[in-house]
């Protein structure tokens, strides 16, 4: 862990945010960027929405498979850490909304290496669905949307449906992948 021992680092972070120091998207990121534990954060003014996931993230040596356990030579350690330019963030993305629901910030990010969810669809993919159905919300619709999202089984409404169109192709490949689609 990056952070071990290093926890009360990230009270500066705190100590912007609580003394007043953020006052637009670029000192958000500023302060954010200060908070060594990682988080994606969100950030919000009349003019302005903007995200930055927080983090002392690792720089992996060249051919390091984070699934995989490492050769203990010292050949796959770390070679320092990202810098705050290098984290995900955005200031008013196109769409003018942010979505996230613990859930990886940018395509391309890693996880922790005890993280395995971050797979082909996350439950995020849920809100978004559930927010794209109108196109402007109210606090309530929008409460609605995260209710609707929160109870459902991804696995039932984003995954099964691409299982569904195969099966769909021809006969299930046997009478227990039938049983379970059916």
Known sequence: RSTRGREVMSA??????????VQDP?????????????????????????LFSSGRVPVR????????PTVGTGGSE????????QHPQAVNPSGARILNWNNKPVAGWTAADDEWGY???????????AVARRS???????????N????????DAEVLPAIDAV????PAPSGREQQMLD
């Open 167 to 170: 099966l769909a192709t021809g």
């Open 119 to 129: 797979g082909s669809v996350h439950r995020a993919e849920l809100l978004e669905n």
């Open 12 to 21: 500066i972070g705190f100590e912007n945010l609580n003394s007043n120091a």
């Open 26 to 50: 670029a000192s958000f990121a500023s302060a954010m960027s200060k908070i060594e534990f990682t988080f994606n954060w969100f950030y919000a003014d009349n003019q302005n929405i903007a």
């Open 61 to 68: 040596a060249a051919g390091v498979d984070l699934g995989l």
């Open 78 to 85: 770390w070679n320092g850490f990202y810098t705050a330019a």
């Open 136 to 146: 402007t919300h109210s606090l309530g619709s929008l409460v609605a949307a995260m």
């Open 148 to 155: 609707r999202a929160a109870t459902q089984d991804l696995r």
